[in-house]
């Protein structure tokens, strides 16, 4: 069989380099390269298992640096292309919309058009439930493929946006895509600025934990693992042009979480603050996955099997996260939470 090249953006960040190890480790007959600009979000250190893989390459490059981007499809003749790399932080998107405009619509275009001009078998673009804006707290509505794009905050319009141009390159080009819309991913290297990985962090330090607004709103919540094995099938079976919904059921209030984490690491919930609301902040997320399901998807996590094994995997390597929780990121925590 001929080796196959699979070009992964934003494979030094969380559910991107969670994808890289998976596929590095699953598919020995594929080459698997990793682009990636390596912003405050990127880093390398998670792929110390992976990185003498003999099927393992990383670029470092700006994915809207058209010229680049056109010289590394020059060189290598890739078959895939699964887009990860985004701005993907709702809060900067909101004291900073620009970089997201820059990266996540611009971006997509340069590699929608090397895609197009260099033939490729498979784009898979992986965007988010929050491109459908927000559900009330009825339980018993969920975002399908078909609820109407009305995203919030401008990292959801920028998401959004990019999803418009991917289904356009298909209509007008007959690019092969698809399109996952996942919910809240949560396990092993998400970075500490996000709600899980950030809760854990600040009670094994005995600090304070923000929660925003009332702690009301609601996630729906999905191991990243689950999200890599639904990225796979979709890869390899997903129909070209369609849009996938991954995630479901694992829907727990914002307090919910952070006292499950609490709880389990033994702590007391005085550590709970409440702080200002994020401006426009969603109501709830949550998914109805029946589309995959039906290709053949199962999820094999529940919330409270992947939060037991995520909260061990943060035991497990404090020295990952606490060498990110410095520098950069401190000011930045800074700056969003206390001036
Ligand atoms: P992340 O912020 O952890 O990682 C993003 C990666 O993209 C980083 O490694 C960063 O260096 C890289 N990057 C940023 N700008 C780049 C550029 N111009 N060129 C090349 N690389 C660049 O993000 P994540 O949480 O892993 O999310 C990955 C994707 O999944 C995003 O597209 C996001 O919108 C989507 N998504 C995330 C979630 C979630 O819960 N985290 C849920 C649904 C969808
Ligand atoms: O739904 C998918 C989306 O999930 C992805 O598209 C985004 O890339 C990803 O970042 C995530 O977005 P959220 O805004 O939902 O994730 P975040 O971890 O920032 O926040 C989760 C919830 O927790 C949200 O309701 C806001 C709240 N929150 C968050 C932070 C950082 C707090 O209450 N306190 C906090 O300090």
């Known amino acids: 069989m001929t080796r196959k090249k699979v070009l992964v953006t934003g494979g030094a960040g969380f559910i991107g380099g969670n994808f890289v190890q998976y596929m590095v480790n699953k598919y020995p007959q594929y080459d ?4 990636d600009l390596l912003t405050y979000a990127g880093d390398l250190t998670k792929h110390r298992d992976i990185e003498l893989n003999d099927n393992y390459y990383f670029v470092k490059a700006d994915i809207a640096d058209r010229e680049t981007i056109i010289s590394i499809f020059e060189k290598e003749k890739f078959n895939y292309i699964i887009h990860f790399a985004a701005e993907s932080h709702v809060d900067r998107s909101i ?4 970089i997201f405009v820059r990266t996540n619509v611009l971006g997509t275009q340069v590699l929608l058009d090397v895609a197009k001009q260099f033939e490729i078998t498979k784009f898979v673009h992986v965007s988010t439930d929050e491109v459908y804006g927000e559900l ?3 339980p018993t509505t969920f975002f399908t493929e078909e609820t109407p794009l009305q995203p919030n905050s401008p990292y959801s319009a920028s998401k959004a946006s990019s999803d418009l141009l991917v289904r356009a390159y298909h209509e007008t080009f007959g690019l092969p895509v698809n399109i996952t819309r996942c919910s809240n991913n949560y396990g092993p290297f998400h970075f500490p600025e996000k709600l899980i990985p950030l809760t854990i962090s600040r009670v094994l330090n005995a600090q304070k934990v923000p929660v925003y607004g009332d702690g009301k ?4 919540w999905l191991h990243v693992f689950d999200h890599c094995t639904a990225i796979d099938l979709v ?3 997903g129909e070209n042009g369609e849009v996938y919904n991954v995630g479901g059921h694992n829907e727990r209030t914002n307090l919910d979480v952070v006292k499950t984490i609490i709880s389990a690491l ?3 919930e005085d550590l709970i603050e409440f702080v200002q609301d994020r401006l426009g902040h969603d109501k709830r997320y949550a998914i109805d996955s029946n589309k995959l399901q039906k290709l053949g998807w199962k999820p094999t996590y529940t919330f409270e099997t992947g939060i037991a094994q995520t909260i061990k995997w943060y035991l497990d390597h404090k020295e990952w996260w606490e060498q990110i929780i410095s520098g950069d990121y401190q000011n930045y925590f800074e700056r969003q939470y206390y001036l």
Do not use: Q
Request: net charge negative.
């Open 32 to 35: 698997i390269y990793n682009l």
């Open 95 to 98: 004291t900073e919309p620009e």
């Open 136 to 138: 009330d707290f009825d």
């Open 217 to 220: 709103n609601i996630r729906d």
């Open 235 to 237: 890869l390899h079976e």
């Open 266 to 268: 033994g702590k007391s």
